[in-house]
């Protein structure tokens, strides 16, 4: 992937357009290819092309599950999918990633390939609640330039993609949080990752220049504008190349302890506690878990904070609670890796105005708010430290909060 965090904002619009496109040839190119035409020599076009962002989390991290606040965004990164009924009880499913035909009905989803299983699944999902008979298969190709395995959620992207071609294909009439609720279900129950629902929340009601404030209790979501670039600021996205996906195990250890917290405080949800009660609670927990319960508590407040400065028009004002964020992660709830603190404190070293870890942590990427004029210094920084640390080189792109799950054709 090519670094543009210094292009100008003309040509990047130009760079975006021309990505988006050859996404969507890539999609019709390669549904000609293998499902193009049938045995009997007649040819299919796709009913359509759907696509879904990736997301960035902009603050508000292990705060989904908690119940509490989160403020992801859509990035301009999508996956695309050439779909097209095919009027029997199986699915044929290829990816520019993965090209051999994966064929497999909605019954065998827990026999499939595992990246097969965030589409059929989501197929299996609506079609629990939504019966449709045996005619509900589908010939589907994706392509995507939305990073694997690096904390911006190409999973959701996946799921959310194939949530609204069914969706329209099977008129539905689904609207995106009940979406939402269905790609989550489709992660938990059937992939097996014990995610909460912020991810398909961002890939399906993120909008242009907006984040999306998500109330992970009451799942009520609003766009809340951005505005960085009318303040000459720029958000890049770094890609430390760590895979995240060996994760699990923290993951979910971080989610025990939460809910072991909740459970000994005397609380529904770790959301349900406020900072001015941390004190009391204190005494009550080991060391860990109040570490634990803390970053949460504490991250919830920054997100609400953050809100309040974007609200105001003041985006600049967001960068330190941004580098609190990150602080609290690693610190407290300890899920930031070598490569992100090193991301974070060269970018902070060079002039950035705030940074952190986005996504789960345990690898996958960081974001950082600077100046635009500073974008090039701080991404040459972080290469730099990069490679006297021997990691291999980050991608560095610019964050473009961007439109959520569509139908492109
Ligand atoms: P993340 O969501 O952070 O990118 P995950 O481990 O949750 O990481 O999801 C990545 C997995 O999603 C991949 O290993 C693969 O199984 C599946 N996946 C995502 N995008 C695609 C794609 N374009 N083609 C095939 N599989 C994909
Ligand atoms: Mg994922």
Same mark, same amino acid.
């Given at each position: ?10 040509? %990047? ?13 890539? &999609? ?32 508000? !991290? ?5 119940? @509490? ?72 190709? $994706?392509? %995507? ?9 190409? +999973?959701?992207?996946? !799921? *959310? ?15 995106? #949080?009940?979406?939402?609720? &269905? @790609?989550?279900?489709? !992660?938990?129950?059937? $992939? ?17 220049? *907006?984040?999306?404030?998500?109330? *992970? ?22 890609? #430390? ?8 195990? @923290? ?58 400065? =974007? ?7 967001? @960068?330190?609670?941004? #580098? ?8 407290? /709830? ?9 991301? $974070?404190?060269?970018? =902070? ?20 708010? *600077?100046?635009?004029?500073? %974008?090039?210094?701080? +991404? ?5 430290? /990069?490679?006297? +640390?021997?990691?291999? !080189? ?16």
């Amino acid at each position: 992937m090519t670094d543009v965090s210094h292009v100008k904002t003309g040509a %990047s619009r130009i760079k975006k357009v021309r990505a988006m496109d050859d996404l969507l040839t890539a &999609a019709r190119t390669g549904f000609a290819h293998h499902f193009g035409t049938d045995s009997n020599g007649v040819h299919h076009d796709p009913d359509g092309v759907w696509s879904a962002p990736g997301r960035a989390n902009l603050i508000g !991290e292990h705060t989904d599950y908690n119940g @509490g606040f989160a403020l992801p965004f859509a990035i301009d990164k999508r996956t695309v999918m050439a779909v097209r009924g095919n009027g029997t009880d199986t699915f044929r499913v290829a990816s520019s990633l993965f090209d051999d035909v994966v064929a497999g009905k909605i019954a065998d989803v827990a026999t499939l390939p595992r990246w097969v299983t965030y589409i059929i699944g989501m197929a299996a999902v609506l079609d629990s609640d939504h019966p449709g008979g045996d005619a509900r298969g589908a010939d589907i190709y $994706v392509a %995507s330039n939305v990073p694997l395995g690096s904390g911006l959620s190409s +999973s959701a992207a996946l !799921e *959310c993609a194939a949530g609204v071609a069914f969706n329209d294909l099977w008129q539905l009439g689904l609207n995106r #949080t009940q979406l939402a609720q &269905a @790609g989550r279900r489709t !992660e938990n129950q059937i $992939v097996g990752a014990p995610t909460g629902i912020m991810d398909q929340s961002a890939s399906l009601k993120g909008a242009a220049d *907006c984040a999306l404030l998500l109330d *992970c209790r009451s799942n009520e979501t609003e766009l809340v504008p951005l505005g960085f670039a009318a303040e000459g600021l720029q958000l890049l996205i770094v890609d #430390t190349k760590e895979e995240h996906s060996h994760a699990a195990n @923290g993951y979910a250890a971080r989610r025990a302890s939460c809910e072991r917290g909740a459970r000994i405080i005397g609380v529904p949800l770790l959301r349900d506690l406020t900072e001015a009660r941390l004190p009391q609670v204190r005494d009550l927990l080991d060391d860990e878990t109040y570490r634990r319960v803390r970053h949460v508590v504490t991250e919830d407040e920054r997100v609400l904070r953050a809100v309040a400065k =974007l609200r105001a028009g003041k985006p600049r004002e967001i @960068g330190p609670l941004l #580098t609190a964020s990150h602080n609290s992660l690693r610190d407290d /709830f300890e899920v930031t890796t070598v490569r992100l603190d090193l991301v $974070v404190d060269t970018a =902070l070293a060079h002039g950035a105005l705030g940074a952190r870890m986005t996504g789960g942590g345990f690898g996958g990427s960081a974001i950082v708010l *600077c100046d635009a004029k500073r %974008s090039r210094a701080i +991404s040459e920084a972080i290469r730099a430290a /990069f490679e006297n +640390s021997d990691f291999p !080189e980050p991608t560095i792109f610019p964050a473009v909060a961007s439109e959520g799950a569509r139908r492109d054709a």
